[in-house]
């Protein structure tokens, strides 16, 4: 069975920093490109990051470029996301997503896995 699963600090003042977490396992984690996806109270999913299979591509939401970062350790099948000077407007549900495009020019087809996401709260 494939599986993501995010761990990480859930409760954290303004100004501080958190580090996330995403196991993989059951799928051949280099060949997937990798994002993590937020939803917040009240509002739809909005896309925070992306990293390409081999790390080194790193993709960043215009909203949060310079407090975030994004990382891999493909040894482990581990993805990070790192967020400082946090703000009460990172409080959401953050969640890890897997994809990968198969298959011939004529039928591509999509792959995607999605873990069950960790509830971050930034308050004083």
């Known amino acids: 069975e494939v599986h993501l699963v995010e761990s990480g600090e859930g409760l954290v003042q303004p100004g501080g920093s958190l580090t996330l977490s ?3 396992s059951g799928f051949t984690f280099e060949a997937y490109t990798m994002s993590w996806v937020r939803e917040a109270p009240g509002k739809g999913l909005e896309w925070v ?6 790390g080194r591509s790193t993709y960043y939401a215009e ?3 310079g ?5 891999r350790d493909n040894a482990r099948n581990t993805l ?4 400082n000077r946090l703000k009460p407007e990172d409080t959401a ?3 890890c997503n897997a994809k990968r495009m198969v298959g ?3 039928n591509v087809r999509l792959l995607e896995v999605w873990g069950q996401g960790t509830q971050v709260t930034v308050s004083s």
């Open 22 to 24: 995403c196991a993989a």
């Open 49 to 54: 990051s992306a990293i390409s299979g081999n």
């Open 80 to 83: 990070y996301l790192r967020v």
């Open 63 to 65: 909203s949060m470029k």
């Open 93 to 95: 549900k953050y969640y």
């Open 67 to 71: 407090r975030i970062a994004t990382s």
């Open 104 to 106: 011939p020019v004529e």
